[in-house]
């Protein structure tokens, strides 16, 4: 028997969501997701807005949101708050572009010891491991 789309079992709806019973589980401990009433004797039953608020917060995340940062967001989903999202996302916006540039600077780093490292034939002293040994 096939379950109805507003009535899945966890197993059926975490498979709907494009998760695991387990992130089901730990969202909901994180209060990111409801967990629904057990009828007296029954399984508890999950939606499509179950479904969809997982798919929010899977996307949030794929925008490097933390779980924090999308329990704010979940708090702003209601359409009645896009400037304060937008303020949310322009300081999420300037938090990528600083780990960007740490990035560029660790890409140069990197790139610059290894260069070193193309030029030590022979040598028994690593550049790269001297250097890190030396790093502060």
């Not at 975490?14 to 004797?41: H, N, S, T």
């Not at 929010?56 to 967001?73: C, E, M, T």
């Amino acid at each position: 028997m096939q379950a109805e789309p507003d009535h899945l079992p966890i197993g059926r709806f975490a498979k709907a969501a494009g998760i695991g019973v387990e992130a089901v589980r730990f969202y909901q401990r994180k209060g990111l997701l409801g967990e629904p009433e057990r009828p007296p004797g029954g399984i508890r039953r999950y939606g499509q807005a179950d479904v969809a608020r997982v798919r929010f917060i899977k996307a949030a995340q794929r925008l490097g949101f933390s779980l924090d940062d999308v329990a704010q967001l979940l708090t702003l989903e209601d359409g009645t708050h896009c400037s304060e999202a937008a303020e949310f996302a322009t300081r999420h916006l300037a938090d990528v572009r600083a780990r960007l540039r740490d990035l560029k600077r660790m890409e140069a780093a990197l790139s610059q010891l290894l260069a070193h490292c193309d030029s030590q034939h022979g040598s028994v002293a690593c550049p790269l491991i001297a250097s890190l040994h030396g790093a502060r």
